[in-house]
């Protein structure tokens, strides 16, 4: 017989830190990989990371939407969005 396993609670604080770490891994993938000249000059490559980066895209928003539904997540879909100069 399987054993019923008790639910545990988690704060905001546990809740927030998934999709904040989120942010941390796309972040350093797309600094790190998928920016990288020799990913961005390879047709192949840079399709792959770009598929990669709209999965962790997408994690982090339904994390984000799931965990902390108050909270609205103010993310840049790439580091070079994050960089750009907000329009006036």
Known sequence: ????RKRKM???FA?????????????????????HPLVAG???LSAE???AT?????FYNIAAQKLM???????A?????RLAKPKR
């Open 1 to 4: 017989m399987a054993r019923k």
């Open 10 to 12: 988690f704060d905001d």
């Open 15 to 35: 809740r927030h830190e998934v999709y904040d770490r989120a942010s941390v891994v796309l972040d350093l993938f797309c600094g790190s990989v998928a920016e």
């Open 42 to 44: 390879d047709r192949t």
């Open 49 to 51: 990371a770009e598929k």
């Open 54 to 58: 709209e999965a962790l895209y997408q």
């Open 69 to 75: 539904p108050s909270v609205k997540p103010r993310l």
């Open 77 to 81: 879909r790439t580091r070079s969005d």
